[in-house]
């Protein structure tokens, strides 16, 4: 649509200017030739320079909109970063809770998300707000969302994969041999504790 704006734009400009461009290409005194090749000239200008608006519009149209999701795509990929350190910070904090607890613990993953949560806000406040901003965003009839609420959200969609990983590496102490825990749900969690 803003391409088809700039080029409507373009074509009235030009048809506009083109009397006033071929009166300055010739110079010479009017006659039937010069008053011939005036008519020409803007008839010529009049039927090029709109297709020619039309393709340059698209191409700074398509240059517009690949920046913008090139500059989309690397917050995405920042964001993911941070969280990521986040998370690591978290795993690094609890170190001797999992050495006790194990993994799989919900105290463990708790503790993970509230410090990687603090870490988020201290370290990364624009992360922060830009997360807070989304999930109010998707609140339109519950209400507000707080900033260590959204971050906690956002932190635990990504816990599994930063467990993963962190369980796997050398550094990480192994889990101890416990039964299994029984979790039991309950139909409104408790907001985690930071």
């Known amino acids: 649509m803003k391409a088809l704006t700039l080029t409507l734009t373009a074509a009235c400009l030009v048809l506009l200017a083109a009397p006033a461009l071929a009166d300055t290409v010739i110079a010479a005194p009017p006659s039937t030739t010069t ?7 803007t008839v010529i200008l009049a039927a090029c320079v709109p297709p020619v608006a039309a393709i340059a ?12 999701f090139q500059a989309t795509a690397q917050d995405k990929a920042n964001l993911e970063s941070d969280l990521k350190t986040a998370l690591a ?5 609890a170190l001797p809770e999992i050495a006790a607890k194990g993994w799989d613990n ?3 993953h708790s503790q993970i998300v509230a410090d990687a949560a603090n870490f988020t806000l201290d370290r990364f406040p624009d992360r922060a707000t830009a997360l807070t901003a989304a999930a109010n965003s998707n ?3 519950i209400g507000a969302i707080s900033p260590i609420a959204a971050v906690q959200e956002s932190l635990n969609a990504r816990l599994p994969d930063a467990i993963a990983i962190a369980a796997a590496s050398p550094a990480t102490p192994p889990a101890p041999d416990m039964p299994p825990q029984i979790i039991v749900m309950a139909a409104q969690p408790a907001p985690l504790v930071p």
């Open 35 to 41: 008053v011939f090749i005036g008519n020409a000239l």
């Open 106 to 108: 919900i105290d463990v």
């Open 89 to 93: 910070f978290g795993v690094s904090k």
């Open 57 to 68: 519009a698209g191409a700074l149209w398509k240059a517009w909109t690949w920046f913008g």
């Open 139 to 141: 609140q339109v009839i």
